[in-house]
């Protein structure tokens, strides 16, 4: 009895706190950009360099493109200090831009919502914009920043959300089955810990985590194996978790074992 209590209140708790998290993200609209305000800033400033570091002449061996990256050299310093100036103009209107932005009330959202949902990119125009455009330059970024980080919070808390809601299913579908059980609910119990932990002293870090694809594929792995058990669980009578089990119990010399539910 205590063991499946302890499950359930387990189960519970990752539910409600995860499924909390993700209708946060539909229900308070400013809820993420509070939330990560400064890993968004760090985020748009980190794009906005690589995005214009990374403007250069046009690939490919037709003879425009041979005569445009001529130019190109050709103009290089000049190209290189307009670089230069770009980012530092950008840094220093930065904090206005992004205060202006992070209005929700502020008509310029939705055009760069709308920009991001058609793949706006950014061009060597910009190598030369007005300060108008600079302050554009910074805002669509700072959206598309938002948007897919949106986007992210709401696959990593979806899926916790919906594995810890699985294991508590079990608990009561498959009540013989609560031996079998702790090892996915120790594997999520670790997870949640985890990121409680980097939630409250590392905000950066949990949400590069969850904000970098190979980090973010990394994890949803993780989930992905507690999830296999559970469907092992459910719907395969536990055998390949009771051999796991049985090998871990008879590696540390036990003599506890389970048998298939």
Same mark, same amino acid.
């Given at each position: 009895m205590?063991?499946k209590a302890?499950l359930r209140?387990?189960? %519970?708790i990752?539910?409600?706190?995860?499924?909390?998290f993700?209708?946060l993200t539909?229900s308070?609209?400013?809820?993420?950009?509070?939330?990560a305000?400064?890993?968004?800033k760090?985020e748009?400033?980190?794009?906005i +360099? &690589?995005? %214009? +570091?990374? $403007?250069?002449?046009?690939?490919?061996d037709?003879?425009?493109s041979?005569?445009?990256s001529?130019?190109y050299?050709?103009?290089?310093v000049?190209i290189d200090?307009?670089?230069?100036?770009?980012?530092?103009e950008?840094?220093?209107?930065m904090?206005?831009?992004?205060?202006e932005?992070r209005?929700? =009330?502020?008509e310029?959202r939705a055009?760069?919502?709308k920009?991001?949902?058609?793949?706006?990119?950014s #061009?060597?125009a910009?190598?030369?914009?007005?300060?108008?455009?600079v302050v554009?330059?910074i805002?669509?970024?700072?959206?598309?920043? %938002?948007e =897919?980080?949106?986007?992210d $919070?709401?696959?990593? *808390?979806g899926?916790n959300?919906a594995?810890?809601?699985?294991l508590?299913?079990?608990s009561f579908?498959k009540p013989?089955?609560?031996?079998?059980?702790?090892?996915?609910?120790?594997?999520?119990v670790?997870?949640?810990?985890?990121?409680s932990?980097?939630?409250?002293f590392?905000q950066?870090?949990?949400l *590069? %985590?969850?904000h #970098? +694809?190979y980090?973010g594929?990394v994890?949803?792995g993780? $989930?992905?194996?507690?999830? &296999?058990?559970?469907?092992d669980i459910a719907?395969n009578?536990a055998?390949v978790?009771?051999?796991?089990l #049985?090998?871990?119990f008879?590696?540390i010399?036990?003599a506890?074992?389970?048998?298939?539910c």
């Amino acid at each position: 009895m205590v063991q499946k209590a302890s499950l359930r209140i387990v189960g %519970v708790i990752g539910a409600v706190t995860f499924v909390t998290f993700f209708v946060l993200t539909f229900s308070t609209p400013g809820w993420i950009e509070n939330f990560a305000q400064e890993f968004i800033k760090y985020e748009v400033a980190k794009q906005i +360099d &690589s995005r %214009v +570091d990374s $403007i250069g002449p046009p690939a490919g061996d037709n003879a425009l493109s041979k005569f445009a990256s001529a130019v190109y050299k050709k103009n290089q310093v000049r190209i290189d200090g307009l670089k230069n100036s770009l980012k530092v103009e950008a840094h220093e209107k930065m904090a206005d831009a992004l205060a202006e932005i992070r209005n929700l =009330d502020c008509e310029c959202r939705a055009k760069w919502v709308k920009a991001y949902k058609e793949s706006f990119k950014s #061009n060597i125009a910009l190598l030369e914009a007005a300060n108008e455009k600079v302050v554009g330059f910074i805002q669509s970024t700072y959206m598309n920043v %938002v948007e =897919d980080l949106k986007r992210d $919070i709401r696959i990593f *808390t979806g899926s916790n959300a919906a594995v810890f809601v699985m294991l508590l299913l079990v608990s009561f579908l498959k009540p013989r089955a609560v031996a079998h059980l702790f090892l996915p609910g120790v594997l999520l119990v670790l997870a949640t810990a985890i990121c409680s932990y980097f939630y409250i002293f590392e905000q950066n870090w949990l949400l *590069t %985590v969850i904000h #970098n +694809d190979y980090l973010g594929f990394v994890y949803m792995g993780y $989930i992905g194996l507690v999830f &296999s058990f559970l469907c092992d669980i459910a719907f395969n009578r536990a055998r390949v978790t009771t051999k796991i089990l #049985n090998a871990f119990f008879n590696a540390i010399g036990s003599a506890v074992s389970v048998v298939p539910c």
